[in-house]
């Protein structure tokens, strides 16, 4: 294998008010080209002072630093950017992507900087952002990403010059466990598929363990280098537990529009309005003769609340089965409005046609008011109406978490 980078006896000092920090101290470091490296230490212990010597960002105090053959310490800042622009794709903590600008462009930009076509451009933004898996995502802004998705955008940028080299300065940082492993995963196939040399700063040990070579610092220097059989990220991101569709829409994990879409829950199915019709006329049907068989009295509180519960009921049962988790407080909202407004425009015509018990007293009333009061009692019916809504979402809610029975298996992907 051939030798990539090289640093023989390397040191930086930072001049500062209370005098000088030696940040690094005479490092001997190789690596080959096809490596997946990880630099660990802890903070201070000059990790990023390495990784900006090494992208050729920054120059060594003392000690030579050599990137695929070239002496990069004695070149003009000219040169070194030439280089890093031909050798490095680089990925930060923080993304640095530019906001209020696509995916597409964002990536696009470094052969912006090459000068390349639009055409080429465009084509080779588009497979980078391919190899990264958003092809679906081109034309969103960072704001309108994850936080994994946004380094997705990140790494495609770094790839998109085809360098043969990635420098990486924690690029997990910001990212929860899954996400992590996730970008990790990529990297390794990067890796292994395109034999891009990674070069990654962490202070996790769970990261580090995903390289196959770890260099630890401490005090600006290395105290320890091993190679050791790395761990497959994706296959850890097997063994994790499936993404909690209910957690799933905090510390960014979904991207903003699929949260939304999940706080919402969707349509509601039709279905579900056809069960709480059977559940409310076998309620009403059950307390009717509840109160003439057990209770012997004429009453119509009591069926119409059995009939609330029962329709109840059976619409948190159905949704558990059908959507396979309960309704969300939208659902309801929604369920019980349209279910509200259903019922009244089902029941008006019969009435108005003198076929409903309630018929004719209703329309005898009715009859004996005149002008405004008329119009008091229709905003009256549509006030008793918002309300039996209201009350409907309440008894959906109060009875989703008792009534309902487990989720069948099938996992519904969010
Ligand atoms: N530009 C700078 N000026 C002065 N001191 C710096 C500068 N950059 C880093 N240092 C110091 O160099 C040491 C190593 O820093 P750094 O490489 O950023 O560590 P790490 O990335 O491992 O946390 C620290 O003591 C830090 O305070
Ligand atoms: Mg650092």
Redesign the pocket.
Known sequence: MEVLIACRNLS?D???GAGV????REIDLEIEQGEFVA?V????????????ILGCLDRPTRGAYELAGFDIGGRSSDARAILRNRLIGFIFQGFNLLPRTTALENVELPLVYRGAGARERRTRALEALAAVGLSDRVHHTPNQLSGGQQQRVAIARALVTGPPMLLA??PTGNLDTRTSLEVLALLQRLNRDRGITIVL?T?EHDIAACASRVVT?RD?RIVSDVREPSVDAAAELEKLPPPDAALADDAGALDPAAAERLRLGGPVPRGLYAMTALGGVIGLLLGVAYCRAILEVTSTAIPVAFGFVLESILAVRYARRHLGRPLTSDQRVRVSLAYTLGTALVLAPPTALGWMPWSKALLDRLDDLEGGRLALALAGGLVGLAAVALARYLVLALLAPLVAPAPPTKKKAA
């Open positions: 930086k930072y001049e500062s920090v030696r940040a690094l630099i230490g802890t903070s201070g212990s000059g990790k990023s002072t390495l990784m900006n300065d924690e700063v202070h610092f600006g």
